[in-house]
């Protein structure tokens, strides 16, 4: 069971690492059409990448 967790754990830094990577990639493009329309994707990568960030220095 713990190496389960510890799977899940795992599993979970890597999709809030992509979706801090993807989050960016749709602030990129928005900024392109309307630069207005970036500020919320630019956020949410931040906090994503935040979250991922203060998980990793919790679990060290």
């Known amino acids: 069971m713990e190496i389960l967790k510890t799977l899940f754990a ?13 989050f960016l990639f749709i602030a990129f493009i928005a900024a392109i ?5 970036a500020l919320l994707p630019f956020v949410l990568a931040i906090a994503c990448y935040l ?3 203060f998980k990793d220095q919790k679990d060290q």
């Open 10 to 22: 795992e599993a979970m830094d890597n999709v809030l690492v992509a979706g801090s990577f993807i």
């Open 33 to 37: 059409v309307e630069p207005g329309a």
């Open 51 to 53: 979250v991922a960030y």
